[in-house]
């Protein structure tokens, strides 16, 4: 099952022009995406299973969201060990895309 999230939003009309003042090469994050990298600038480091116990997201897609988020540079594995935590290209995405949490 497909999470309803995994595509991200179309924000191409935002990019240029929005008035959150992104930068037009940041990342485009989905809402999993920025749920995991504020629960990661929250607590510092964590493992998956942790992750998704604590964001209430499913442990699989946990799982493929950090290797995507690692691979564009926006988290980190801190050991041998699936463990991750922000990085500062992470805490500039999560702050340029997406304001604070209101819920």
């Known amino acids: 099952m497909t999470a309803p999230d995994a595509r991200p939003a179309d924000r191409s009309g935002e990019r240029n022009g929005g008035d959150r003042g992104e930068r037009p090469d ?18 510092g480091t964590d493992y998956p299973a942790f992750v998704a116990s604590n964001t209430g997201l499913y442990a699989d897609h946990v799982e493929s969201r950090l290797e995507a988020l690692a691979a564009a540079g926006l988290v980190e594995r801190v050991t041998g060990e699936a463990v991750y935590r922000l990085t500062d290209a992470g805490r500039s995405a999560l702050r340029d895309d997406c304001p604070r949490w209101s819920d």
């Open 26 to 43: 940041a990342p485009s994050l989905t809402r999993s995406d920025e749920r995991l990298l504020a629960y990661l600038d929250d607590v």
